[in-house]
């Protein structure tokens, strides 16, 4: 299931607000995190998918700020990260980063027709996504589920 669309943007806060004062988003505030040696911060819209992301991230990191405000990736659910990544590879989509050896299960693939990527989200971290930005949220299906849930 497409939950969420990301953008990489300069000022968390400034793109908070702006949306905020534009189309009256509601956020559940700003995470601070690190995945290997890149410190960023996210942020995500509550009330329910699909939700809008937004991350501010140091340079050559995979969500790097300083190449301007931009789409990064619509992000998907699924039930095997890696069994969708090679899928995915083998249809032609490169792999433009995995987290999945620092110990995050995602991956990142490059869809050029649309400038953006395809994140593949393991659906083992849905609990926690709900827990931590959108308590209540229903339980939302992985793309490649057998059966809807």
Same mark, same amino acid.
């Given at each position: *299931?497409?939950?969420?669309? =990301?953008?990489?943007? +300069?000022?968390?806060?400034?793109? *908070?607000?702006?949306?905020?004062? #534009?189309?009256?988003?509601?956020w559940s505030g700003? /995470?601070?995190?690190?995945?290997?040696?890149?410190?960023?911060? /996210? @942020?995500?819209?509550?009330?329910?998918?699909?939700?809008?992301?937004?991350?501010? !991230?140091?340079? !050559?990191?995979?969500? $790097? %700020?300083? /190449?301007?405000?931009? =789409?990064?990736?619509?992000?998907?659910?699924?039930? $095997?990260?890696?069994?969708?990544?090679?899928?995915? #590879?083998?249809?032609?989509?490169?792999?433009?980063? %995995?987290? =999945?050896?620092?110990?995050? +299960?995602?991956?990142?693939?490059?869809?050029?027709?649309?400038?953006? $990527?395809?994140?593949?989200?393991?659906?083992?971290?849905?609990?926690?996504?709900?827990? %931590?930005?959108?308590? !209540?949220?229903?339980? *939302?299906?992985?793309?490649? #589920? @057998? #059966? +809807?849930?």
């Amino acid at each position: *299931m497409f939950y969420h669309v =990301c953008f990489v943007v +300069p000022d968390v806060e400034r793109a *908070m607000r702006d949306l905020t004062e #534009s189309v009256n988003a509601q956020w559940s505030g700003i /995470l601070e995190d690190s995945l290997g040696e890149w410190d960023y911060l /996210l @942020a995500f819209t509550r009330g329910g998918p699909p939700y809008v992301e937004l991350v501010q !991230g140091p340079p !050559g990191s995979p969500w $790097d %700020s300083s /190449l301007g405000a931009r =789409c990064h990736h619509l992000g998907y659910w699924t039930e $095997d990260v890696d069994r969708s990544s090679a899928r995915l #590879s083998g249809a032609g989509f490169e792999q433009e980063f %995995s987290a =999945c050896p620092l110990g995050r +299960p995602y991956a990142y693939h490059k869809v050029p027709s649309l400038g953006v $990527d395809v994140e593949l989200m393991d659906i083992s971290r849905q609990q926690r996504f709900v827990a %931590s930005w959108d308590p !209540g949220t229903p339980h *939302m299906p992985a793309f490649d #589920s @057998a #059966s +809807p849930a």
